[in-house]
């Protein structure tokens, strides 16, 4: 089994910033990292995803420019930098792990470990 644990959600004004923390135990073998966004009354959508030996990173749409993820191995720990921040933005964020390489897409099914979610909200 393997835990992972999001942190950093909050509270903020539009065009503020926030950095969420996803740590994991466990095994330390490279995997894909990604972070779900749920939005209130709409489905969980993917926000970005990392591999954790080569770096490489992949980001929706809507988030290019704004997000930046990154990863910290020494302290299994991937990250998830929000800037620019709009009220639609708001909503839960998920972190989710698969000892594979990052799909192509943002398919949920790929990840088998997932954590408890972090909330942010965006006010106007």
């Known amino acids: 089994q393997v835990y992972l644990t999001e942190s950093g959600g909050g509270s903020v004004e539009a065009g503020g910033s926030l950095r969420l923390s996803c740590t994991a135990s466990?095994?330390?073998?490279?995997?894909?990292v990604a972070w779900f966004h749920r939005a209130p009354g709409k489905e969980r959508e993917g926000v970005a995803t990392?591999?954790?030996?080569?770096?490489?990173?992949a980001y929706a749409d809507h988030v290019k420019g704004r997000f930046t993820v990154s990863r910290d191995n020494a302290k299994n720990t991937v990250y998830l930098q929000m800037n620019d921040l709009k009220p639609e933005d708001t909503g839960m964020y998920f972190c989710?792990?698969?000892?594979?390489?990052?799909?192509?897409?943002?398919?949920?099914?790929?990840?088998?470990?997932w954590g408890q979610g972090t909330q942010v909200t965006v006010s106007s």
């Open positions: 990392i591999y954790t030996y080569g770096g490489t990173t």
């Open positions: 989710a792990a698969a000892f594979s390489y990052c799909p192509v897409v943002f398919s949920q099914s790929l990840f088998t470990y």
């Open positions: 466990g095994d330390s073998g490279g995997k894909c």
